[in-house]
């Protein structure tokens, strides 16, 4: 369903660089391309319906490019490294709007939506558990691997967090410094 | 001038709460208890001037409030978790709604107002100068400090955003115990 898709990727998008409350259908059809009658077909839930697809879309590729990224090192510490490489390349490209797909909505609509609550939990939990499954491979006892992959994950976070207000990539290159030390 | 804090004081809590976009003047207004017309008469610059002032005063409380908790250990491990502590209960107390008062309104309008991405910037800064400054009289160098405290925000922030999207204290619970281990 093409006008399905085109409504999620331009939904996706705008949410990533201006949150939840800003995103309007309005807004999200005219990027769509898509026929504006053919929105509330496909979502009848409307913004809540297509933030919640936009997040699990956006959520399951950044969990396989993590997935990709953190199994083609052998070591650890050079594989979170790249990770963050990743993240820096893509903040710096959009000239530092297109940070975390996820943070931003949560820390919107967290409250008020239980949908959106719920969606984000699971796109960060099956982040966390790639990043502990990678722990456990290199030797993490899995409540260790977890704890230490709930430190990654939040570092990255933070740091994109941090970099968005000092409109540089300086945090993440910190992060990244610590991380590789932690795991050397 | 007590209808110049009230409007402050309102702000910072939406903003804490809900993001930018999704706080309006009138609900400020509402919430402030003060007179409607005062509003543009204190703040003729509407919405974007009243969140740098409330991201400016939130900014100086915690700023103070952090300095206050880290110079009460004598231990560097321990000093970083009562202020896990206190971020968590604070977390908790509010019902997962008020997080860092920064991040939502740095992630929403970074990229659209410059003057709301400064502000956020310092205060960022000030916080990390007062963990860097902590590091260095535990015997961290001043740039190891920095990139210690940068690692130290980054992790509370994104912690932050992950127990709003748990619902649960348990990713700072995480992140607090792998900063003590780091510390030991």
């Known amino acids: 369903m093409p006008s399905r898709d085109d409504f999620i990727d331009a939904t996706a998008h705008l949410l990533r660089r201006q949150g939840y409350a800003a995103t309007g259908l309005k807004e999200i059809t005219a990027r769509s391309g898509a026929p504006r ?22 959520g399951e590729q950044l969990r396989a490019g993590i997935e990709a990224t953190v199994v083609s090192c052998n070591d650890v510490g050079e594989a979170l490294a790249r990770l963050i490489d ?31 609550r719920s969606a984000a939990d699971q796109v960060f939990n099956s982040w966390l558990h790639v990043l502990a499954e990678r722990l456990e491979s290199a030797g993490f006892e899995p409540d260790a691997a977890r704890r230490r992959a709930t430190l990654v994950l939040a570092a990255i976070e933070g740091a994109l967090i941090l970099a968005r207000a000092h409109a540089s990539t300086g945090p993440l290159i910190a992060v990244r410094a610590e991380l590789i030390a932690l795991h050397d």
């Open 37 to 58: 009658g053919s929105l509330y077909f496909h979502f009848p839930g409307g913004k809540e319906q297509l933030a919640v697809a936009a997040m699990e879309r956006a």
């Open 86 to 116: 990743v993240m820096t390349a893509g903040l710096e490209r959009s000239g530092f709007e297109q940070g975390c797909p996820i943070a931003t909505v949560t820390l919107e609509a967290a409250t008020a939506s239980e949908g959106i």
